[in-house]
């Protein structure tokens, strides 16, 4: 009898991001409606909106982050404790790797985004990540997703993949497929196992992060919380 795979949503954002205006309800609404059994909460710099929507769906939701360490964004899923941003990149792994959480790096290559690599720092970290991100629905060129590609496959590393969704329609726009797993090491059995259902978004996604920014801005002014 066949495995059922589970569609997987690897990285995806909610208000608890600076960039992001989606609620953990109107997501996991969403999860439901587009078939995303699984979804990443990965915020930046916080697990908040992870933990917050794992109240709501505990089967659906794992707790993610996504941190800007001083040389990059790592990726991280099933994080039980917040790793704050800005720290050397070996001691964001090693706070992770403490609580036995899955490290994977963002858009490695994407030139336009600041949590970019540059190659010496990406080199020296490899050893110690689980994966790297080798296909973001947000890259604006496809050449920074074949790089990330090449990269991995030329150090035998497996790639994840993500919507990067910081709005509603952007969830499931780039899913893995993936035998069932339930904490970090379940999912390195599984990432091997993967098949990817990915698709480029389009560039003006990058507008509803810069109106969510925006809008933050305006309500802080007002000294109101969106939150």
Not at 104 to 121: A, K, M
Request: charged share 25%.
């Amino acid at each position: 009898m066949t495995e059922r795979m589970l569609r997987v949503e690897l990285h995806s954002h909610t208000i608890y991001s600076k960039d992001s205006l989606l609620r953990a309800e109107g997501l996991l609404s969403t999860c439901r409606r587009k078939g995303i059994d699984r979804v990443a909460i990965t915020d930046h710099n916080t697990t908040a909106g992870g933990a917050y929507a794992q109240r709501l769906d505990p089967g659906r939701v794992i707790v993610g982050e996504e941190i800007m360490t001083q040389a990059g964004e790592l990726l991280a899923f099933f994080v039980s404790q917040e790793v704050p941003p800005d720290l050397p990149p070996l001691e964001a792994i090693c706070r992770l790797r403490d609580q036995c959480a899955f490290i994977s790096v963002s858009h490695p290559y994407d030139q336009f985004r600041n949590g970019h690599w540059e190659e010496g720092d990406l080199l020296e970290i490899l050893p110690l990540v689980d994966a790297i991100e080798t296909f973001n629905a947000r890259c604006m060129r496809a050449e920074f997703n074949r790089q990330a590609g090449a990269l991995a496959r030329q150090r035998g590393i497996p790639g994840t993949a993500g919507s990067d969704a910081h709005a509603a329609f952007e969830i499931g726009r780039a899913a893995m497929l993936l035998p069932d797993f339930y904490d970090a090491e379940s999912l390195r059995r599984a990432l091997p196992q993967g098949q990817l259902d990915a698709r480029l978004s389009s560039p003006f996604v990058h507008f509803t992060s810069r109106y969510a920014v925006w809008k933050k801005q305006l309500y802080r002014r007002q000294g109101k919380n969106l939150a």
